[in-house]
């Protein structure tokens, strides 16, 4: 996740720094926002985790938690379509795939316990985007909404249980989400870099039947949380 907020910040930081924010500026696209349907696609990247409630709390003394996730960089890629509802304010409907892949491991159990959860997911948010005024060239704004998601590598109905080696989580989740980004306009399109948090809001953990077991017998919940850095092509 630190690693995806550095990108953001300088990637941010140098366009800012290499533009001129006052004075008389030619300005690109200038009729773009006044389209009140508009087109786009995006790519990205995003590091996803994920959150505990515990049945009972007993956290190991040497992390103070039950479960070691290993948070890894992956892919986004997925289309946008925008409905401008005013001259600051837009609804957004952005489908797309998510890949990513999380090393998770039982703390209080062997080294076995040990899985690597790849996730393909199905995301679809629906969104609001807030904007500022129009300055030059630019547009901040900030953005936030509902989502749900189809986790195409879930093993929810998978015959297979935690003794097998297999980690199972629901199919279907859903989400809130928040972030902020810029509008860049360019000569030919406009470019938008935005980071996003984004929270799970049911539980998504599949339950052994084994009370026993490692991975399900103390959680209560589980849920995902995910930073995404996207930039919007319109």
Partial sequence: MKRILAIFLFLLYSQLSNAQLFGDQILNN?????QRLSWGYFLGFNSYDFHFD???????PVTGQDFRVESRTGFNVGLIGNLKLGSNLDLRLEPGVSFNTRGFQ????????????????????LLLKFSTDRLNNFKPFVVGGLS????????????????EGQFRMKTNTYYYEIGFGIDLYLYYFKL????????????????????????????????????FLNFTFQ
């Avoid at 998601?149 to 003794?163: A, T």
């Avoid at 980071?195 to 103390?218: K, Y």
């Fill in 30 to 34: 200038q009729n773009f926002d006044e």
């Fill in 192 to 227: 938008s870099p935005s980071l996003r948090g984004v929270f799970a809001i049911n539980d998504e953990l599949v339950q052994d039947e084994d009370p026993g077991n490692p991975f399900t017998g103390n959680v209560d919940k589980m849920t995902s949380r995910a930073i």
């Fill in 148 to 163: 749900t998601s189809i986790n195409l590598s879930s093993n929810e109905n998978n015959p297979d249980g935690y003794s």
């Fill in 54 to 60: 515990y049945k009972d709390y007993d956290p190991s």
């Fill in 106 to 125: 039982a703390l209080k159990a062997d080294a076995s316990t040990f899985r690597e959860v790849s996730s393909t997911y199905v995301h679809i948010p």
